[in-house]
C-alpha cells in the first residue's frame, strides 16, 4: 500500500501539476508583455541617464569632488542661482551666492561647478542674491530734431566733475568758461592769466571749465588727455553732449544746472568765452555794490532782428520764433549773473521753445520770468570788438575780446607788473 500509495500520490501529484499547466502559461504569457514593457523603460531611463553623465562629464574633475564632498558631510548648501537669460555685451559673469549652515557665504560663478571653502574668510553681514538683468528692449531709433531745434531740456549727465570744490571754499565769484575739448592751449592761457586769480579784495574765486564730447578722429585719445588734465589741475566739468557750436544751448544750460546744483551758496557767476581778457579786480568791485538776485548783466542787446536769410549763421526760421524781433539780451562773450537765477532759468527753459543761440534763449527765459537783463555801470565795461592793448585802457574795462594773434601771456606780464596804470 505504501508502495502503491507512493505511486498514486506521486501520480496524483503529477495529475494535479500536468492539470495546472495550461493556467501557468497564460500567467506566464502576460508576464511576457510586462515584462517587455518593463525593459523599454528601463532602457529609456538608462538612455537618459547615460546622456546627462556624458554632459556632465568634463565637469567632473578631481578639485570639483575633493571640494564638494567634505561639505556635504557637515553643512547644507542653500544656492540661490540666476534664472534670467544673458545680457548683451560683455560683462561680469552671473554669480550664484551659497549660504551654508555654518552662516559665512560663499559666492561662486553660477557657470561653474567650482565650490570653494571660504570658512577661513571673514563673516559678512548679508548675503546678497546676484541676478542677472533681462536685456534691454530695443531703443526707439534716434531722430534728429533738426539743425534749427535743441534736445534741450534733457538729462545730460557729468564724466568729469569737480562737485566739491564749492563746498571746500565758499566763492564769491564764480568763473565758467566754456571751451573746446582740443582746445588745451586757450585753458593754459586763462590758468596763467585771469584765471589764475583765486582771491581778489578778499572774496574768493573760482574757475572751471566747461565741456562737451570730443568727436571725430582721435576722440578717443583726446578724453584721455582730457582725463589726465583734470587730474592735474580739478577744474574741469565734462557732459555727456556733443560738443559743437549747434549744441551752445545745451551747454549754457548744463551749466546753469550744475551751478545750481553744485555752487548755489556762491554769490555771482560770470560766464565767459575763452578768447577774451577779464579784468578781475574790476569785476569783483562791480559785483561788491550790485543786487543780490534776480541780476543779469554784461553787454545787452535791445532790438535785436532775428535773421531770415538761410545762408546767415544766426538764421532761425519763423516756425522756430515766429516775432521779427528778439527781447532785452546779454551777449555771450561774457555775462553775470547771481546766483538764485540758475534754478529759475532752468525751470524756465522747460517752458520755453530751446534754439541753438544761447545768448538769445537766455534772453527768452529771462522774458519769461520778467527780469530783464540790467546794463552795467559804465557802458565801457564789456566789449565786443577787440580793445587795443594798453595798461592803461585794459585797468578800465571788465572783459573785452582779443585777436587771435594777440599775445596775451605778454600782456597780462605787462598789465600786472608794478606801477601806475595811466
Known amino acids: 500500500m505504501l ?24 500567467w506566464c504569457g502576460w508576464s511576457r508583455r510586462h515584462c517587455l514593457f518593463f525593459i523599454l523603460v528601463l532602457g529609456a531611463v538608462l538612455f ?8 556632465m562629464s568634463p565637469k567632473w574633475n578631481h578639485k570639483w569632488w575633493t571640494q564638494y564632498i567634505p561639505f556635504k558631510s557637515h553643512q547644507q548648501n542653500v544656492v540661490h ?35 570653494t571653502d571660504l570658512s577661513a ?9 546676484h541676478q542677472q538683468k533681462t536685456e534691454p528692449p530695443t531703443p526707439v531709433p534716434y531722430v534728429s530734431p533738426g539743425p534749427y531745434l535743441v534736445e534741450y531740456p534733457y538729462e545730460y549727465g557729468f564724466i568729469i566733475n569737480e562737485p566739491k570744490k564749492c563746498e571746500e571754499q565758499k566763492p564769491f565769484l564764480v568763473l565758467m568758461v566754456p571751451v573746446a575739448p582740443h582746445n588745451r592751449a586757450h585753458r593754459d592761457i586763462i590758468r596763467s592769466t585771469w584765471g589764475g586769480e583765486s582771491s581778489v579784495q578778499g572774496k574768493v574765486v573760482k574757475l572751471f571749465f566747461l565741456l562737451g564730447l570730443p568727436a571725430g578722429e582721435g576722440a578717443e585719445r583726446l578724453q584721455g588727455q582730457l582725463l589726465q588734465e583734470s587730474k592735474e589741475h580739478q577744474d574741469l566739468i565734462q557732459s555727456d553732449f556733443l560738443d559743437c557750436y549747434k549744441n551752445l544751448t545745451i551747454k549754457t544750460m548744463v551749466m546753469l544746472e550744475w551751478l545750481d546744483s553744485h555752487c548755489s551758496g556762491a554769490s555771482y557767476a560770470m560766464k565767459i568765452d575763452s578768447d577774451m581778457f577779464l579784468n578781475v579786480p574790476n569785476l569783483v568791485g562791480m559785483l561788491v555794490n550790485a543786487p543780490k538776485t534776480n541780476y543779469m548783466t554784461g553787454l545787452v542787446a535791445r532790438g535785436g532782428a532775428v535773421l531770415r536769410d538761410r545762408k546767415s549763421k544766426w538764421y532761425v526760421p519763423v516756425e522756430i520764433y515766429s516775432h521779427s524781433q528778439y ?7 561774457g555775462y553775470v549773473l ?7 532759468l532752468v525751470e524756465a527753459s522747460r517752458h520755453v521753445k530751446a534754439l541753438y543761440i544761447e ?34 585802457g585794459y585797468s578800465r574795462l571788465i572783459a573785452t575780446t582779443t ?15 608794478p606801477g601806475p596804470y595811466c
Request: charged share 25%; hydrophobic share 25%.
Open 48 to 55: 537618459l541617464y547615460n546622456t546627462n553623465i556624458k554632459e
Open 121 to 129: 574668510a571673514p563673516p559678512r553681514q548679508t548675503v546678497k542674491v
Open 81 to 115: 542661482q540666476s534664472t534670467g537669460p544673458p545680457g548683451p555685451g560683455p560683462g561680469p559673469e552671473p554669480e550664484t551666492t551659497v549660504t551654508n549652515s555654518s552662516g559665512l557665504p560663499r559666492t561662486e560663478n553660477a557657470t561653474s561647478t567650482d565650490v
Open 327 to 333: 527781447p532785452r539780451y546779454a551777449l555771450g562773450l
Open 3 to 26: 508502495e502503491g500509495g507512493f505511486e498514486k500520490g506521486g501520480q496524483s501529484q503529477v495529475m494535479v501539476d500536468v492539470g495546472k499547466l495550461p493556467e501557468s502559461r497564460r
Open 338 to 344: 547771481s546766483l538764485d537765477l540758475p534754478k529759475k
Open 403 to 417: 585777436n587771435e594773434n594777440t599775445d596775451r601771456l605778454g600782456n597780462w606780464k605787462d598789465f600786472k607788473r
Open 359 to 392: 545768448d538769445v534763449y537766455l534772453g527768452l527765459c529771462m522774458e519769461y520770468l520778467g527780469i530783464p537783463p540790467t546794463d552795467p555801470p559804465s557802458w565801457g565795461y564789456f566789449n565786443v570788438f577787440p580793445v587795443s592793448y594798453s595798461r592803461c
